[in-house]
Each structure stands twice: as structure tokens, then as C-alpha cells.
């Protein structure tokens, strides 16, 4: 027991947690998931140019093949255990300390408290909240990022025109996608600070029609607004498109382990 009574939830404040309320503060991080159903999302996959985001890679973190790739997800996620939101991710592909493919998160943003906590205090996943809008009603799919309100920093857009065959993004998007995160707690003095490669996953569950996947490729493109020093997503430079898609699916997200820790 945690709180004197017996009312206690997975994350503080305990008698009201933010998430996991039906779960108890003792519950294994690898057992709690967070579910999704009837999500829309649009993302672009890049040539990374410059070294800027080399230097944002935690160490023993390498990328995947000859050159850095990244990329990014703009997602509309209607319901969720955490609630509504929308979301932005930012993506470099990269080697993990076991030599596998995942994708280390540097910058994500979400429009939901709970979505923002859940995140950081499980995963590591470093969320921020901001003003994201998903635009799926035209020809052409747009997601775009505020922060603060006004500023836009980031767009990104497809326009959808041949459904995805086979196995076009599974080499990319494996079933499930590994993610990794930097979990930080600073030390206060009489007690050890934990700093943590976190190992997470995103397991897509595509939506179906006349049996083949709901995910269409077409052209695409990312664009970065004004250069922010307090959210520095345009660090993650486009060189050229590989890849832009936008996809129906169902979901889900857990942690699978601790990679690495880091003496404070």
C-alpha cells in the first residue's frame, strides 16, 4: 500500500490516477497496455539530412543501414483506455542494443493529459502537449503542429492514390513495431536518479476491405514552420521521400523492457 486508505490506482495521484485508475500502483509496467480502436493516420517516411539528429541519438544507439532514416506520424486515435487525442510522432530508425530494427521517438506530441503521462511515466516517451489538427476530409491528408498556439512548426501531408500491396511496409512497419524512449527520474539528494533505454511497441492491427490492408501510398512531403530551440523538430531534416502513407488500424501499446541504464 502506497496511500493510507485503500483507494489506489496505477499513477498518481493515486486516489484519482490520470491512468490505469482499475489497476493497482504494484501492477508490472510490461502488463499494462493501452488499447485503440478506429484510428486514422497519415506518415512520411524520409532520407534524413545533416548530422543534427545524429547528435539526439542516446549512446550505443546506431542507425539502421548506411544512412539515418527517419519519419513522421500524424495520428487521429478517437478512442482509446487514455481517451481522445490526436498525436504527433518523430522517428529516426536505428539499431537497438540487441542489433534489431526500432525506431528511437525524440519528439512526440499529444492533445490528451492522460495520453502525455501515460507516456512519460511508462515508456520514456517524451510528450508535450500541443495544438495538432488531422485533416482527412479532401483529396490531399493533412496533419499539422502548434506549439504555442499560432506557431506552427511542423506539416505534413499525402495524398492517398494506390492501395499498399503485400509486403511493401512490413519490412518498415513490422508486426509489432519496436520503439524505444529515454525514461529520466533525477536523483534528489539521499536517493539514486534512474535514467533508462526504455523498449516499447506499437502493434498495428489494420483495418480490412475486400481483403486487402486500408493503408494507400501516393505523394507526400513534410515541411517544417518556424525553427523552435524549445521544440526542435526540424532537426529530423527531409533529404528526399521514401515513403508516404495513410492507414486505417486498430492498436495497441505496451513496454517490453529496459535496454540500459545509466549511472547518475
Given at each position: 500500500?502506497?496511500?493510507?486508505?485503500?483507494?489506489?490506482?496505477?499513477?498518481?495521484?493515486?486516489?484519482?490516477?490520470?491512468?490505469?485508475?482499475?489497476?493497482?500502483?504494484?501492477?508490472?509496467?510490461?502488463?499494462?497496455?493501452?488499447?485503440?480502436?478506429?484510428?486514422?493516420?497519415?506518415?512520411?517516411?524520409?532520407n534524413?539530412?545533416?548530422?543534427?539528429?545524429?547528435?539526439?541519438?542516446?549512446?550505443?544507439?546506431?542507425?539502421?543501414?548506411?544512412?539515418?532514416?527517419?519519419?513522421?506520424?500524424v495520428?487521429?486515435?478517437?478512442?482509446?483506455?487514455?481517451?481522445?487525442?490526436?498525436?504527433?510522432?518523430?522517428?529516426?530508425?536505428v539499431?537497438?542494443?540487441?542489433?534489431?530494427?526500432?525506431?528511437?521517438?525524440?519528439?512526440?506530441?499529444?492533445?490528451?493529459?492522460?495520453?502525455?503521462?501515460?507516456?512519460?511515466?511508462?515508456?520514456?516517451?517524451?510528450?508535450?502537449?500541443?495544438?495538432?489538427?488531422?485533416?482527412?476530409?479532401?483529396?490531399?491528408?493533412?496533419?499539422?503542429?502548434?506549439?504555442?498556439?499560432?506557431?506552427?512548426?511542423?506539416?505534413?501531408?499525402?495524398?492517398?492514390?494506390?492501395?499498399?500491396?503485400?509486403?511493401?511496409?512490413?519490412?518498415?512497419?513490422?508486426?509489432?513495431?519496436?520503439?524505444?524512449?529515454?525514461?529520466?527520474?533525477?536523483p534528489?539528494?539521499?536517493?539514486?536518479?534512474?535514467?533508462?533505454?526504455?523498449?516499447?511497441?506499437?502493434d498495428?492491427?489494420?483495418?480490412?476491405?475486400?481483403?486487402?490492408?486500408?493503408?494507400w501510398?501516393?505523394?507526400?512531403?513534410?515541411?517544417?514552420?518556424?525553427?523552435?530551440a524549445?521544440?526542435?523538430?526540424?532537426?529530423?531534416?527531409?533529404?528526399?521521400?521514401?515513403?508516404?502513407?495513410?492507414?486505417?488500424?486498430?492498436?495497441?501499446l505496451?513496454?517490453?523492457?529496459?535496454?540500459?541504464?545509466?549511472?547518475?
Amino acid at each position: 500500500m502506497v496511500l493510507q486508505g485503500n483507494e489506489e490506482g496505477f499513477s498518481p495521484p493515486f486516489d484519482s490516477s490520470i491512468y490505469g485508475a482499475s489497476y493497482s500502483p504494484s501492477t508490472p509496467g510490461t502488463e499494462y497496455a493501452i488499447e485503440y480502436s478506429d484510428c486514422k493516420a497519415l506518415g512520411v517516411m524520409f532520407n534524413v539530412e545533416g548530422e543534427e539528429a545524429m547528435d539526439i541519438l542516446p549512446e550505443g544507439v546506431e542507425p539502421y543501414g548506411q544512412s539515418l532514416q527517419g519519419g513522421v506520424l500524424v495520428a487521429r486515435y478517437p478512442h482509446s483506455t487514455v481517451g481522445e487525442y490526436n498525436e504527433v510522432i518523430c522517428m529516426l530508425q536505428v539499431e537497438d542494443l540487441d542489433g534489431e530494427m526500432a525506431y528511437y521517438i525524440p519528439y512526440i506530441y499529444v492533445t490528451n493529459d492522460s495520453a502525455m503521462a501515460a507516456g512519460r511515466e511508462l515508456a520514456g516517451a517524451p510528450k508535450k502537449i500541443a495544438d495538432i489538427e488531422f485533416d482527412d476530409t479532401g483529396s490531399v491528408y493533412s496533419g499539422t503542429m502548434e506549439r504555442p498556439t499560432g506557431q506552427n512548426l511542423l506539416t505534413a501531408t499525402v495524398k492517398p492514390e494506390q492501395r499498399v500491396q503485400g509486403g511493401m511496409i512490413d519490412a518498415m512497419m513490422p508486426k509489432p513495431t519496436p520503439l524505444l524512449s529515454i525514461r529520466h527520474l533525477p536523483p534528489i539528494e539521499g536517493s539514486d536518479g534512474c535514467t533508462q533505454l526504455v523498449k516499447w511497441y506499437a502493434d498495428f492491427d489494420y483495418h480490412e476491405s475486400d481483403g486487402e490492408r486500408d493503408m494507400w501510398y501516393g505523394p507526400g512531403s513534410v515541411s517544417y514552420g518556424t525553427e523552435s530551440a524549445v521544440d526542435p523538430v526540424h532537426k529530423l531534416a527531409v533529404d528526399d521521400t521514401m515513403l508516404s502513407i495513410y492507414a486505417e488500424f486498430d492498436l495497441e501499446l505496451g513496454v517490453t523492457e529496459i535496454q540500459k541504464e545509466w549511472e547518475l
